[in-house]
């Protein structure tokens, strides 16, 4: 992989301030980050995203570590490139758009201070304008945008300059959730179009998981797990990473039996349950089993020939528009189960049937 950006061992110590991870904001942090990738930093408030992020670009010097820019150390021992020296482009989550100025130049901005000769601002403009679809607004105050425009201009302002890496903190957490939505797919689809590098900050799990090709979980100034979004779903490296990426239910086990390579027998609440682990485990161990609610399937009566079906009771039934959310009692947890609209309709304390996939019961330590 050709690495754009590169993070070896960062760690950060703010003077003062509450700390996570063994007194520190960021605790020795590595990943790399692929020419054209789409990269996220995902994790709960305080794990220290923004702290990583900001010392890539540069606006907070790393305690230690050593950070790369296109294979060029811009942080390394004593060595820091001042941010308006690195090759990159941020929008952060207050996109400040500048009121006094029109689009146009909020972002010809950047290139005016810079040393763009006169005679490349407009074009180059025009190009990152027509990029995020705001080409027609450009005499427009840039206070006179909704949301989403000026969340388009300040992208346009950070991509103008072309530079190597884009990096992103939280850029949609301003918008109400409609906007957000959307803006996810134009954010990614901008990001392909252009094949910029980029580096996203979110807690939020959807918008990491939907747009990133890959995502570095934190916890504690740590990083927890580095991971496609599908590995990251499927194949949680431990309870925390079950817990935050994606709604699953948790059962307390004990390993029974292993079976071949992933396959293992779990004892449980529910009694036995066939499950799988990407994880090496000993008989006897105690473990948690999670089950996503789409990986449970709801029945009247009790289905032939299927492993791991229980008796739950309903408790309570939401409606979320494309699909029902069941609450479920089963072995006297609350398990969640997704099922569609528009079949059997359910009321609480029906009695049913639930049938949890083999290969989707999954163990974390
Ligand atoms: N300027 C500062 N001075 C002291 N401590 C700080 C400072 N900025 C952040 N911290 C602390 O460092 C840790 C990491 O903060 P950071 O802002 O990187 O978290 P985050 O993952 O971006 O969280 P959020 O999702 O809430 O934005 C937190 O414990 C925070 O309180
Ligand atoms: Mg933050």
């Given at each position: 992989?050709?690495?754009v950006?590169?993070?070896?061992?960062?760690?950060?110590?703010y003077?003062?301030?509450?700390?996570?991870?063994?007194?520190?904001?960021?605790?020795?942090?590595?990943?790399e980050?692929?020419?054209?990738?789409?990269?996220?930093?995902?994790g709960?408030?305080?794990?220290?995203?923004?702290?990583?992020?900001?010392?890539?670009a540069?606006?907070?010097?790393?305690s230690?570590?050593?950070?790369?820019?296109?294979?060029d150390?811009?942080?390394?021992?004593?060595?820091s490139?001042p941010?308006?020296?690195?090759?990159?482009?941020?929008?952060?989550?207050?996109?400040?758009?500048?009121?006094?100025?029109?689009?146009?130049q909020?972002?010809?901005?950047?290139?005016t201070?810079?040393?763009?000769?006169?005679?490349?601002?407009?074009?180059m403009?025009?190009?990152?304008l027509?990029?995020?679809?705001l080409?027609?607004?450009?005499?427009?105050?840039g206070?006179?945008?909704?949301g989403?425009q000026?969340?388009?201009l300040?992208?346009?302002?950070?991509?103008?300059?072309?530079p190597?890496?884009?990096?992103?903190?939280?850029?949609?957490?301003?918008?109400?959730?409609?906007?957000?939505?959307?803006m996810?797919?134009?954010?990614?689809?901008?990001?392909?179009?252009?094949?910029?590098?980029?580096?996203?900050?979110?807690?939020?799990?959807?918008?990491a998981?939907s747009?990133?090709?890959?995502?570095?979980?934190?916890?504690?100034?740590?990083?927890?797990?580095?991971?496609?979004?599908r590995?990251l779903?499927?194949?949680?490296?431990?309870?925390?990473?079950?817990?935050f990426?994606?709604?699953?239910t948790f059962?307390?086990?004990?390993?029974?039996?292993?079976r071949?390579?992933?396959?293992?027998?779990v004892?449980t609440?529910?009694?036995?349950v066939?499950?799988?682990?990407?994880?090496?485990?000993?008989?006897?161990?105690a473990?948690?089993?999670?089950?996503?609610?789409?990986?449970?399937?709801?029945?009247?009566?009790?289905?032939?020939?299927?492993?791991?079906v229980?008796?739950?009771?309903?408790?309570?039934v939401?409606?979320?528009?494309?699909?029902?959310?069941?609450?479920?009692?089963?072995?006297?947890?609350l398990?969640r189960?997704?099922?569609?609209?528009?079949g059997?309709?359910?009321?609480?304390?029906?009695?049913?049937?639930?049938?949890?996939?083999?290969?989707?019961?999954?163990?974390?330590?």
């Open positions: 992989m050709n690495s950006v590169q993070v070896v061992d960062l760690n950060h110590r003077p003062g301030g509450p700390q996570s991870g063994a007194g520190f904001a960021v605790h020795d942090v590595s990943f980050v692929g020419e054209g990738e789409f990269f996220a930093l995902l709960p408030s305080g794990c220290g995203k923004t702290t990583t992020l900001r010392c890539i540069g606006l907070e010097r790393p230690s570590g050593t950070i790369r820019l296109n294979g150390p811009v942080v390394e021992g004593k060595r490139v941010t308006h020296r690195r090759d990159i482009g941020m929008v952060f989550q207050d996109y400040a758009v500048w009121p006094h100025m029109t689009v146009y909020n972002v010809a901005f950047p290139l201070i810079g040393r763009t000769p006169r005679k490349n601002v407009r074009p403009v025009e190009e990152a027509a990029m995020v679809g080409d027609h607004l450009a005499d427009r105050a206070t006179q945008l909704s989403g000026q969340q388009r300040s992208l346009a302002r950070a991509l103008v300059r072309k190597a890496v884009l990096l992103l903190d939280e850029p949609l957490s301003n918008l109400d959730a409609a906007l957000r939505e959307r996810r797919g134009e954010l990614r689809q901008i990001q392909q179009e252009v094949r910029i590098t980029t580096v996203l900050v979110t807690h939020d799990q959807v918008e998981l747009m990133a090709t890959r995502i570095a979980l934190m916890k504690d100034g740590e990083v927890v797990q580095i991971a496609t979004p590995e779903y499927e194949r949680p490296a431990n309870k925390f990473a079950a817990e990426v994606g709604s699953g059962y307390d086990a004990t390993v029974l039996e292993l071949g390579d992933t396959g293992l027998l004892e609440s529910l009694g036995p066939s499950a799988v682990s990407h994880h090496r485990h000993a008989v006897g161990g473990v948690s089993m999670a089950i996503r609610p789409e990986d449970v399937a709801v029945h009247d009566r009790p289905p032939d020939s299927t492993d791991n229980f008796p739950a009771k309903v408790r309570n939401l409606y979320l528009g494309g699909a029902m959310d069941l609450h479920l009692e089963a072995g006297g947890v398990l189960a997704q099922v569609p609209v528009g059997r309709s359910y009321a609480a304390d029906d009695s049913v049937y639930v049938a949890l996939d083999p290969r989707r019961c999954v163990v974390v330590a």
